[in-house]
């Protein structure tokens, strides 16, 4: 094994074998930060659209004395 690592061919695929390694784990990183950015975004929106809801609730006219007040839609 070691003759063969030390012999020309062998040295050219040793390179060639450490060049592709670099590349796939650069391109490894590349892809598993891109999915953690993504999910970041996702979880801060689903969070913004959460607080949106919980704001609108608490601004919500809740007064018992106005629930059966004309809101202007027409029901049959």
């Not at 040793?14 to 979880?43: F, M, P, W």
């Not at 659209?49 to 608490?58: F, H, K, L, V, Y």
Request: net charge positive; charged share 30%; no cysteine.
């Amino acid at each position: 094994m070691i003759g063969f690592i030390l012999s020309p061919i062998g040295r050219v695929i040793s390179v060639v074998g450490g060049v592709l390694l670099a590349i796939a784990t650069v391109y490894g990183k590349g892809r598993r930060d891109a999915r953690q950015k993504l999910e970041a975004e996702a979880n801060a929106d689903a969070l913004n659209r959460t607080q949106a809801a919980i704001r609108a609730g608490d601004n919500a006219a809740v007064d018992s004395t106005r629930l059966r007040d004309d809101d202007g839609h027409r029901r049959d």
